[in-house]
Structure formats: C-alpha cells, structure tokens
C-alpha cells in the first residue's frame, strides 16, 4: 500500500469514533482462557511471588493472565497447558527462519559441545560471522559484537559523540531504540517527551532532540538551529519508521535524512535491531539503496539466540571503539564479558548462511505480501476502516492507530489510550482463537507460517470482528 493512502486510512481510522469488543464479550472471552489455561493462572499468580508484575516481556499479552509457554517449534507455540498458538510475534522479531529450525540447533549445538561461552578471549567464530556481515552490508568496514540492541544503540551515540565532537543527538519522534537514559525519551508515540522516562534525571536527556516521524523540514531547521552551537552528533533512526513502521516511514525519508546529514555533516546511524536481516542480507539500508555511517543489530542477528547485539560502520569511526590500553586516547568504553562469546558468533555465522541458503528473507516475504492482501480482503467484507500494509515480513494491521493520535491536541492523550484498550481487546481475543501477535496490531512473518496458517489467522480475525458492533 502507498505511504500517501496509508496516510488516508489513518486518518479515516483515527475520525472515526471507537468501537471496541464490548465488555460483555471480554468477560466472555476471558473466562474462556481461564478455563483452558489453569496451569498458566496458577504459574501466573507464583510468578508474581519472583518477577516484578509476574512476566518479563512488554509484548506479551497479559489479559487476562500472561501465559507460560513450554514449547516453539516452527510457527506454533505450546502452553503448560498443552494448548497450540500459532506465533506471530516471533520472537518479538528475532526469528524468521521459524522457532527452533533445527540445522540451526544442531550447529549451536555442536558448538556449545566443543568450547564454552565463557571463553572471554577471541575465538574464530567472530572473524567468520563479521566476514558474513561486511560481505552483505557494504557501510561495515569494522564491527563489534554487544549483548542487546540496546547496548548498540548507547555505543553507537557514545561513539558519534566522540568522532564528531559534537553533543546533539536527534531521534525520531515514537522510535523505540531500547531503554538506555538518553534514548528513552519520546518513545511509542511522537510527542510524548518524557512521558515514559520515569527514573531518568532529566539532564540525562538534555542533549536528545526528537524530531516529528517523515518532517525533513523540521530535520534541516534542527541542524541549522545548532550547527554553531555544541552541534549535532547523529541521527539515529528506525529505517521502516517508528516501531518497525507502525508509523511507516515516507518513500523518501531515508534519502532525505541521508541527504541532510551529508550537508550538515551529521553522522547517520541505522537502527536495524529488526530491520537487519528482515528486510535483506544487506538490511534495509540495501533495500532503501543507503549507506549510513554506523548501523546497530539485534534479535534476527543471532535468531535470538543470546546475545543479540552489534555495532558496526566506518573504520575511523568505529577505531575509537577498540579494546585495550594501547588504544588511542580518547577510545570509547562499551564493552561486556559475553561479547562476541562463541554461542553468539556462531550463531550470527549461521544464520546468516542459513537465511541465504533458505532464501528466507524472500520466502517470508511472499508470506507477509499474503497476509497482508488477505487481511485486507477481510476488513473490505465487513465494511470497517481498518487497513494492513507490510514491508516485507513486518505486516502492520491498523484497527484503531492509537499510537498515530496527536497528542499534542487536547483530549486526544485519552483517546489514544482508549484506543490502546480497543487495541489491546483484539489481542486477547485473537490469543482465545489460539493466534498470539505483537500487541494485536503488528505480525512478523516467517519461513515456517504456511498457507494454512494464513488461513486459520484470517478465519480467527473474521470471528474476532464479528464480536465488534457497528
Ligand atoms: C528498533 C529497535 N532498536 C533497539 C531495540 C532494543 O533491543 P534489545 O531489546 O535487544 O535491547 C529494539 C527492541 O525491540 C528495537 O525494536
């Protein structure tokens, strides 16, 4: 679908007033997964004796209990209960050649049997997996292995920082680049500021700029504004638009920020944490034809396995990252016991061969190009405003777009979080049909859905709209 209709669905869904699955059907339904899921309400209810809240991940479903899960094989998971979901949350992301895809398995296998992660020294499983990774993005000349993309993302600014001798770091408005002080500013939706930066002083993010998703004009006054001052470093971004496009990135954004930084002398750095090896072996700087100067990754870099994460880009740049006291002086300190451990290289090695050899990338791609046209079949039929579109594996269905409310406009804070609860509603009843997805508005395709899966997704969605008055 193109940006421009995009744009027009949105607003059409966002006029619209709400109608969401009413409180009768949700009493219903949860009484429904209650019944059928007694271990995990009990395991619930002993995980919050452990774990603050009772569950780890912001993703999960948690209405009316998050679930505990025991098994993930392909594109199903299994609950304590012995319950089958198809998954399409994947790993949040982290996984597209399918749960558990065994020649994976048995190669980290048969590397765990032969040398421990806890080697600390440097092993040659790093040399083969970056050697994948400079082959396939050409902006790598260096990288370096971290254990999450949060931590990339910190190291990434750190080292622009230092490189440019400047202090400003521009974000887009509703970008999700982990949960580090300086980054956790204007999160999920564009102008919330420090909305979500509880426990963050707020010096900490003093020199962090977010600027509105898709506004180059707003980008170029930016840097004008503070090139004779302390300056801006860098422009970090989601290159699919915030939260993997959720708010979907504009055609010519990407080039346009390029562009910009070139001008301004700016350092531009990827963020592709999901986007890298999603959209392409070469990430989606090869897919939008650009060529920043630091890329960060994350989940698909090592299928999730742990640690997922890494920094690569120019060599003067990422020289400043080096280890060790021989380093020049004003060397960057971003470093971690399990970098680049064993399990995390070969895992980044193989991978990467192995979303080559399955042609992947491709494969769910077509899958996520179906869903997506079916799902949009589907809202036709009923008569609703609600849309889907995709890049590539990343289909994003919008119901209700809360997180594209202006909420600079007053009363519309409420309404976004009404329209989160609409939202929310949908995601619990997709997860009583069996069907566990990002929050109910966004799925990652994989290798391992097939067309039945499609199906059954499609059949689930046309039950949970009926339950919809309208
Ligand atoms: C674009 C992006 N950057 C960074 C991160 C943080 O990665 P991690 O959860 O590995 O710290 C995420 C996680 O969802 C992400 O989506």
């Known amino acids: 679908m193109e940006f421009e209709e995009i744009q027009k669905r949105i607003k059409q869904i966002t006029e619209n007033p709400i109608r969401m699955i009413p409180d009768e059907t949700m009493v219903k339904i949860r009484k429904e997964i209650e019944k059928k899921c007694p271990k995990s309400k009990d395991l619930y209810d002993e995980m919050k004796t452990c774990i603050p809240g009772g569950y780890e991940h912001q993703m999960v479903i948690n209405d009316p ?41 048995e190669k980290i296998i048969e590397v765990l049997q032969d040398v421990d992660p806890a080697l600390y020294y440097t092993n040659e499983w790093e040399l083969k997996a970056i050697k994948q990774i400079k082959k396939h993005v050409p902006s790598i000349e260096l990288f370096k292995f971290y254990q999450s993309g949060t931590e990339a993302d910190m190291a990434a600014i750190r080292i622009a920082r230092v490189y440019t001798k400047k202090k400003k770091i521009i974000k887009i408005g509703g970008a999700y680049h982990g949960w580090s ?21 707020s010096s900490c993010f003093k020199d962090t700029i977010a600027v509105p998703p898709n506004d180059l004009k707003k980008l170029e006054e930016t840097f004008k504004q503070f090139e004779k001052k302390k300056g801006i470093a860098a422009v970090i971004l989601e290159p699919l638009g915030p939260e993997s496009g959720n708010i979907p990135v504009a055609p010519d954004f990407n080039k346009g920020v390029q562009e910009l930084c070139e001008k301004y002398g700016v350092l531009l750095i990827f963020d592709e944490v999901v986007t890298g090896f999603r959209m392409d072996m070469g990430g989606a700087q ?39 006291i021989e380093a020049q002086k004003e060397r960057v300190i971003a470093t971690g016991t399990l970098l680049g451990n064993p399990l995390t290289a070969a895992a980044t090695y193989w991978t990467m061969k192995y979303l080559e050899k399955e042609n992947a990338i491709e494969k769910a791609a077509k899958t996520g190009n179906v869903l997506t046209a079916k799902l949009n079949d589907l809202f036709e039929r009923h008569d609703v405003p609600y849309f889907a579109y995709n890049f590539k594996s990343v289909v994003q269905y919008k119901t209700y777009a809360a997180i594209n409310m202006d909420i600079r406009i007053p009363g519309n804070i409420q309404q976004a979080l009404q329209r989160n609860q609409a939202v929310g509603r949908i995601a619990t009843a997709m997860l009583s049909q069996h069907k566990i997805t990002k929050r109910g508005a966004t799925a990652f395709t994989t290798l391992a859905h097939s067309p039945e899966d499609i199906e059954d997704f499609i059949q689930s969605f046309d039950a949970v709209l009926k339950m919809i008055p309208n």
């Open 181 to 201: 002080d300086q980054l956790t500013y204007d999160m999920h939706v564009p102008f919330s500021g420090d909305m979500e930066s509880h426990g963050i002083p």
């Open 286 to 324: 090869k897919y939008f034809g650009i060529k920043p100067d630091l890329t960060t990754f994350g989940k698909l870099l090592t299928h999730g396995h742990p640690s997922a994460g890494g920094l690569g880009g120019r060599e003067e740049i990422m020289t400043y990252i080096a280890s060790g």
């Open 65 to 105: 209990f998050p679930l505990t899960m025991t098994r993930a094989q392909g594109s199903k998971m299994w609950d304590v209960d012995s319950n089958e979901y198809t998954d399409w949350l994947s790993g949040a992301g982290a996984v597209i050649l399918g749960h558990n895809y065994a020649p994976l398995r």
